[in-house]
């Protein structure tokens, strides 16, 4: 049983390998390979979060996760600038925006991509990326407003979701949570047809 | 290794840092800079990375997420068997879950970011990744402004409260651990053996 699903996972990685091989030849500028990799290996990278998870579990019975970070400046905001409305919304009754866990989590975590990327000579520095601008050309305006709607929709599909790529795609995951995997499935799914259309067409 | 299903673990651990907020705040920090020191090393915080990813070119995310879950899967419900940990169950929910997911999925290929690597994108001076952030602030405010007529209707829809795989299969939860991370495992090495990066 497991030897045939091992085949059958074999199988459909050879599938798309090779979709991918094909889809090399098209135009080099539009294959991410053409462009620098990683510092670290994938898998490096992926146990050190494994792990950090196993302390985060432990000593603050936190869950990593980012996308409520953006519920909590949005509620923030709100109730600086509207106080009486933000409070009567149903998702801030349920979690009130204030300096917690989630906030500083995400707040430390451009502190520590900015030592890395300091520290392995990886500072981008670039207002428009440049797989982006192969592509769609060197408009910031352009940029600036898929990345802006895509923000939209991404943190409304969160909240929606119960979490993003993070909360479900590792944490939820990980203590293998049926939401958490029908959820991520959905976010590559969602995204691999897009990302295709855009790329591809 | 770990215990039949029977003998879950249900008793919530009095954490007294998790009601101590300055040391939680602390806490916070400290996870929240390794995080994004690794995703950053781990280069998903790189915009042709990812959507490398989702045109299928590029399998960094996928290694990345399915090791830190094998080994995040082996750590935590070790120290969950021990007593030393709470699970935090999400609830299964079909349509908000796909719904929501799929609308992600689309804001994702958009933006190339997502919220956790949005941030070490920041950071390493991919300044449209502040357009996105904003976007990301944005859409959360839209759904708190809907989350009233939401939790009466989407939010309704295929709801099985929380779920897990272990509470599906008739089996012990042990043996649905150690098998779920032998798939995955099984699962990275054909894909190492077959992706070009």
Redesign the interface.
Known sequence: M?TL??RL??LS??A??A???A??AIEPAL???N?P????S??L????????????????????G??S???T???M??KAVAPKHTNE????KDNPPK???????????????????WS?G???????????RARFGDS?AL????????????????????????G?????????????????????????????L???I | MLDPGSAVKKTKIDKSTSSVPAKAIVGGILAGFVFGFLLQKGGVGTYHILIGQLLFQDWTVVKIMLTAIVVGMIGIFTLHHFAKVNLHTKPTKLGPNIIGGLLFGVGFALIGYCPGTAAAALGQGSWDALFGMAGLVVGSWLYAEMSDPLKRTVEKWGNFGKLTFYDLLPVPKGVVVVSAAGLLTGFLVVLQAFSVR
């Not at chain 1, 989630?102 to 990327?117: H, M, P, S, T, Y």
Request: glycine residues 14%; charged residues 10%; contains cysteine.
């Open positions: 497991s699903i091992l996972f074999a990685i050879a798309s390998a979709y991918s091989q889809a090399l294959d991410s390979r462009y990799g990683a510092a670290w994938p898998y990278v992926g146990a050190g979060i494994g792990v950090l998870s196993w302390l985060t579990f432990y000593f603050y019975d936190k869950p990593i980012a996308s970070f953006y519920a400046v949005a509620g905001i709100g919304l149903d998702y801030f300096l917690n866990w989630e906030f500083v989590f995400v707040l430390a975590a451009v502190a520590g991509a900015a030592v890395a990327a392995g990886e500072v981008f520095n670039e207002w428009v990326p440049e797989m982006w910031l940029r600036g407003a898929f990345a802006f709607g895509g923000g939209v929709l991404m943190a409304f599909g969160a909240r929606l979701a119960g979490g993003c790529t993070s479900h795609g590792i944490s939820g995951t990980l203590q293998l949570n049926v939401a958490s995997w029908i959820a991520v499935i959905c976010f590559f799914v969602g995204g691999a047809i897009v990302a295709n855009m790329f591809r």
